[in-house]
């Protein structure tokens, strides 16, 4: 079993930043890929960003990169998602995830665990 708990949301403006934590905990979190998703009002649950937590190779939804960097810190099992030059689009609930992934990063379905989410809200 692995708990994630996210936290770190919040209200920005238009170009300003937020930076999302999500703290892991639970049997072998250091061999889990973690990932962000996000939610928005009336829409499909989408891919954020990953990240492997062997390789440290990262991915990125086409909208968000160059905007959002996802880093970890392993020594304290957690992921971050950086987020700088915010959009109002970019308002959702915000999603932690976790996995043991192969093939697909930004499949939803990869991944066995879930945090409880963290709203974002981006003022235009």
């Known amino acids: 079993q692995v708990q994630l708990v996210e936290s770190g949301g919040g209200l920005a403006q238009a170009g300003g930043s937020l930076k999302l934590s999500c703290a892991a905990s639970?049997?072998?979190?250091?061999?889990?890929?973690m990932a962000w998703f996000r939610q928005g009002i009336g829409k499909d649950r989408e891919f954020v960003s990953a990240?492997?937590?062997?390789?440290?190779?990262?991915y990125y939804e086409d909208s968000v990169k160059g905007r959002f960097t996802i880093s970890k810190d392993r020594a304290i099992s957690t992921v971050y998602l950086q987020m700088d030059s915010l959009e109002p689009q970019d308002t959702a609930v915000y999603y932690c995830?976790?996995?043991?992934?192969?093939?697909?990063?930004?499949?939803?379905?990869?991944?066995?665990?879930w945090g409880q989410g963290t709203q974002v809200t981006v003022s235009s």
């Open positions: 990240i492997s937590w062997k390789s440290g190779s990262t």
């Open positions: 995830a976790a996995g043991r992934i192969y093939r697909d990063y930004s499949r939803a379905a990869n991944y066995d665990y």
């Open positions: 639970g049997s072998s979190v250091g061999y889990w890929d």
